[in-house]
């Protein structure tokens, strides 16, 4: 999945409790994203960022934050878990070639009960 | 408001048979389109992107068709494999802020 890697892959947790879910990258992009995934919607964005320390709001923000203190990794915390996070969370990064895709990890089915 | 259009949600084929999933979009201003495919359980891998200015590309044997006019896309599957049983997502990029509008994806099963 073109260097990045998601950790951990399935998360089950208790409404109430902190998650943090982890981005790891090898290609050195500048930008990187978190997205949700359910049935019926389209990936709606989390949060983005666009370099060490530089991260923005995306869509669905609310009850989500998000760190990046190194070029390489790109974390997304969930303060006080709901049962309406639960969903597949994806990771990507921006690729720097003309069309600027994304490269997506595998994501990280994380139910929260 | 931007807003992308799949159909059909599923479809179901047999193996070696054409199929065309189509995309509509609302989304101003435009700048590129692309299709994704989605296997299950992993992440969306881009197949191909369009611009404004582009109305037909391809990637093997997918074809997208781009009416910039009708605000319209088609992904075009020829001779289909076991394989190509995916989520197939349209993408849609305003150009203003790179503003990614995606669609909620067609299912495709291929069945042998």
């Known amino acids: 999945d073109a260097g990045i890697t998601q950790s951990p892959r399935h998360k089950v947790t208790e409404t109430g409790t902190p998650v943090t879910l982890r981005c790891h990258q090898t290609e050195n992009h500048r930008y990187m994203y978190w997205y949700r995934q359910d049935p019926g919607h389209g990936l709606r964005l989390i949060h983005y960022s666009y370099g060490v320390k530089d991260t923005d709001k995306g869509e669905v923000s609310d009850g989500y934050s998000v760190s990046r203190s190194k070029t390489e990794d790109f974390l997304l915390t969930l303060e006080s878990a709901t049962s309406s996070q639960t969903s597949v969370y994806f990771c990507?990064?921006?690729?720097?070639?003309?069309?600027?895709?994304?490269?997506f990890g595998s994501g990280t089915q994380l139910s929260v009960l | 408001k931007n807003q992308v259009e799949q159909s059909p949600q599923s479809l179901i084929i047999l193996e070696g048979k054409n199929c065309t999933l189509q995309?509509?979009?609302?989304?101003?201003?435009?700048?590129?389109l692309r299709w994704y495919k989605q296997d299950t359980g992993r992440g969306p891998v881009s197949l191909t992107i369009m611009t404004f200015s582009e109305n037909t590309k391809s990637n093997g044997r997918y074809t997208a068709t781009l009416d910039a006019d009708t605000k319209q896309s088609s992904l075009h599957i020829t001779a289909s494999q076991l394989s190509d049983s995916a989520s197939y997502i349209c993408?849609?990029?305003?150009?203003?802020?790179?503003?990614?509008?995606w669609g909620a994806g067609t299912k495709l099963i291929i069945k042998p």
């Open positions: 993408v849609v990029s305003a150009r203003s802020n790179y503003q990614l509008i």
């Open positions: 995309c509509n979009y609302t989304v101003s201003p435009f700048s590129n």
């Open positions: 990507a990064i921006r690729g720097t070639g003309a069309d600027e895709k994304l490269f």
